[in-house]
């Protein structure tokens, strides 16, 4: 960085902890910020083009390889709208077993990026390795609940990445209550170590800054939904799935493969933990409920940076469903439902660990794939990301260059972003001109 | 030696060009069924699984693509079971977290196993698709028969350990 003159430049290479590549680009001029450019140059991997012509049975295994942090989401997202399309009522058995894979995943994923990715930022340290010097106990216990997820993926899913037992209609094959029940006590374990995560970042020290957000998230009428729900907004929307596309305007922008997205006519949203903190927090179980408001975290909550209390939070969440989900689990009669292909359109969403995950197919009478869309949360919290860092840039250009890299990359972090979802490191320039 | 000595990860995807090395040598060892010798491929995006994966296993060898100022095909030897003091080497990986993350927390975290050795292959090409270049298939080749060299060294302080060289030769 060149101080004192006109114009003043960092150029930082790689945004580290993330998953995927980018490059970040501010440019302000007289302290005002012009441009700010959250620059996506992973390639796209035109994973709705392949989907054309392939069975709709293809479509929960395709999908699931967008993602390895998240591919229960690309799952349960299709799954829903090709079933919703069929006609299929999935009987409680499974919905229950879909619940229980879903929660593995919040687990496995909010705990990485938690602790891994997220918690450094905030002691002032480059990455884990440096943070597990001074807390090598709890950085251990993070490991072992993370594994616990992914034990809980490998048992329901078939594996730990990239899950092969989901298929439209249900699963190919059901756990044996013994096996789940195995789990129970590394849960509890699990549940114990999450408590002390979130009573833990909830004393870190938070950045005063608390932009307006729209809030966008799923609702479902008796639980915090992470499977299915309706479209909620904080501005007072709520649509069916189905009307999703009618709410959201999509953009293309030169500087990023993955498209950009508002809400018609009131610009960006945020989804993610924190919307669904915000929009359906008297549905957390009661124990988050309790920790949210022990550690003073409750909504409205608008500071992005607090939004690592609320992925530990949903994480209790999803420990304490788990358990109870495993407590009464029955296997169901069969894995699956039957089901009749029909022609036309199906509607799905879910929410993935980043937010809301939508997926539209048009289907043949034939069962193929006509056209498919997908739309990630992280293509969807682009322009936010944006939103907040202009807000933001004032305060960055007075920083050094590597404290601005700091602070922009942990900004970035507050909404653990998935690239590689969206269209994946960070390169980061800021041009401060001065007339 | 147990069941449990050696374990062989090979990790990279197959389909990114050279970054399929390690998967390469794993494979090519597992079908050798190397006795008292594990082999298996970490392609996931997810390397911190290996705290789970080495559990039990006195002896690592990691097999990865890496980028480093060097030939395409030198084959780089870092005995990791001591810290390295020298320039870090760059994986092929945009994981989350990296390789080398994951084996210095591991390291702070005492869960390194007593020795572990990467066996880096200098790459060139990571572009979509199958299949390894000329000089990283030369090379994966060379690190399989170094393998072999090292599994037997350890079976002679081993002495319940009995390997056929017959069964390296079917994996050439």
Known sequence: ?435 | MSRNTVLIVGVGHELRGDDGVGPWVAKHIAAASWPGVTAVVLQSSDPSLLFNIWRGFSFVYLIDAVLAPYPVGTILRLNLSHRIRTARLQTTSTHTIDLWEVIELARTLGELPSRLILYGIVSYSFQLGMGLSPEVEAAARKVVTRLWRAVKQICRTAPQCSVSYNTLCDTR
């Open chain 1, 1 to 435: 960085m060149v101080s004192h003159e006109r114009q003043r430049t960092i150029r930082i290479s790689a945004l580290a902890r993330v998953e995927g590549e980018g490059a970040l680009f501010i440019q302000v001029r007289d302290g005002k910020p012009m441009d700010v450019r959250l620059q996506i140059y992973e390639p796209p991997r035109f994973f709705e083009a392949l989907l054309r012509g392939r069975p709709h049975t293809d479509a929960p295994d395709i999908t699931a390889r967008i993602c390895g942090i998240c591919p229960v989401a690309y799952q349960m997202s299709a799954c829903n709208a090709l079933e919703s399309l069929f006609g299929i009522t999935i009987p409680p058995e499974i919905r229950q077993l879909r619940l229980l894979l879903y929660y593995a995943e919040w687990i496995q994923s909010h705990t990485l990026h938690v602790v891994m990715l997220h918690a450094p930022d905030f002691l002032g340290v480059d990455n884990v390795v440096q943070m597990a010097q001074t807390n090598r106990d709890l950085v251990q216990r993070a490991l072992q609940l993370k594994n616990v997820g992914n034990q809980l993926l490998a048992l329901i899913g078939g594996r730990e990445i990239h899950p092969v037992n989901v298929r439209v209609g249900g699963f190919y094959s059901v756990p044996r209550p013994a096996e789940l029940r195995k789990l129970r006590d590394p849960l509890q374990r699990g549940l114990e170590t999450a408590l002390a995560l979130a009573r833990w970042v909830a004393r870190f020290p938070f950045p005063d800054f608390e932009p307006t957000y729209e809030f966008v998230a799923l609702r479902h009428p008796t639980e915090y939904a992470i499977l299915d729900g309706h479209v909620v907004s904080s501005y007072g929307v709520d649509l069916p799935v189905s009307r999703f596309e009618e709410l959201v305007v999509e953009h293309q922008v030169p500087h990023s493969t993955a498209l950009h997205y508002e809400i018609a006519g009131r610009g960006s949203y945020l989804t993610g933990p924190l919307a669904r903190f915000n929009l359906n927090f008297s549905q957390l179980s009661p124990l988050a409920q309790e920790v949210a408001h022990e550690t003073g975290h409750v909504p409205p909550l608008q500071n992005p940076f607090r939004s690592i209390v609320v992925r530990c939070l949903e994480i209790i969440h999803a420990l304490e469903q788990s358990l109870a989900l495993i407590e009464r689990y029955e296997p169901p009669a069969r894995p699956w439902v039957d089901y009749e292909v029909r022609s036309g359109i199906g509607f799905g969403a879910s929410e993935a660990p980043r937010g809301l995950l939508y997926h539209r197919y048009e289907v043949g009478a034939d069962g193929s794939i006509r056209d498919a869309r997908i739309v990630p949360p992280t293509a969807q919290n682009q322009k936010r990301i944006e939103d907040d860092l202009r807000l933001l840039a004032p305060s960055v250009i007075r920083l050094s260059k590597d404290r601005a890299t700091r602070f922009c990359e942990h900004v970035i972090r507050n909404y653990d972003p998935c690239i590689s979802c969206a269209t994946h490191f960070l390169r980061l320039d800021i041009v401060d001109e001065h007339s």
